[in-house]
């Protein structure tokens, strides 16, 4: 069964400073990955997702995440944060063989401090 | 105009009532979901259509029903709402054949907030 754990349901940086969000999965079979964001009373959208091919996926607005597979990871990161980052970030995976059973992560909630 | 919409966007609801969520996209995708979203939980998913004729039950899907009248409209029914049941519902789309770069993306809608008293 797949499953998806992020570490911190809570992040604090200051603005400028680098952004870390980690995500670890189990998956029994080749995995989609994916991050999206939740901004304050709205619905979810991609930040960025990874099929296949190169494991550096970079994604809208400056974030990017590199997909480990020896690691079971797919942590998101932004080198310099801005004010707009602020939001609700979700790590998911999904099995290639079946890929619209999404299961998604307990979410980090992102705080910028300026 | 958004592709996936929902409506109502708030409701507040008593014990026992009979509440339904709906959901129309403009996208033409195929296939449309319903999940819960709950503080620490991450989303979790209540029932999935992937067309017209074909309904599945997701990982929580007792005390819901569904109901897919078109391929744009996919409502979701609490036959008797409980207190648990309050939380954020979102309706989300997808299509595999879609497009390479839309591959595996669900599309969401902006979600009704649901509380029952």
């Known amino acids: 069964a797949q499953s998806v754990t992020q570490l911190g349901s809570h992040v604090s940086v200051s603005e400028g400073a680098l952004v870390l969000l980690r995500c670890n999965y189990s998956s029994s079979v080749p995995p989609y990955l994916f991050w999206y964001v939740q901004y304050p009373n709205q619905g979810l959208q991609l930040l960025l997702k990874y099929t296949t091919g190169a494991t550096l996926v970079k994604g809208i607005n400056g974030f990017e995440a590199e997909f480990k597979k020896s690691e079971t990871s797919f942590h998101l990161t932004k080198p310099s944060a801005h004010m707009s980052d602020a939001a609700e970030y979700f790590c998911?995976?999904?099995?290639?063989?079946?890929?619209?059973?999404?299961?998604f992560g307990p979410g980090t909630s992102l705080s910028v401090i300026p | 105009d958004a592709d996936v919409t929902q409506t109502p966007r708030n409701r507040i609801t008593k014990t026992g009532k009979r509440i339904m969520l709906e959901c129309s996209q403009t996208k033409g995708h195929d296939r449309m979901y319903w999940y819960r979203q709950d503080p620490g939980l991450g989303l979790r998913l209540i029932y999935y259509s992937f067309d017209v004729k074909d309904i599945n039950k997701g990982e929580i899907s007792d005390g819901y029903s569904v109901s897919r009248q078109a391929q744009a409209k996919f409502s979701l029914s609490l036959e008797s709402a409980i207190p648990n049941q309050t939380a954020l519902y979102f309706c989300?789309?997808?299509?595999?054949?879609?497009?390479?770069?839309?591959?595996?993306?669900?599309?969401f809608g902006p979600g009704t907030r649901l509380t029952v008293l």
């Open positions: 989300a789309t997808s299509d595999p054949m879609d497009s390479v770069l839309t591959e595996g993306e669900q599309f």
């Open positions: 998911a995976v999904s099995e290639k063989t079946s890929y619209d059973k999404v299961i």
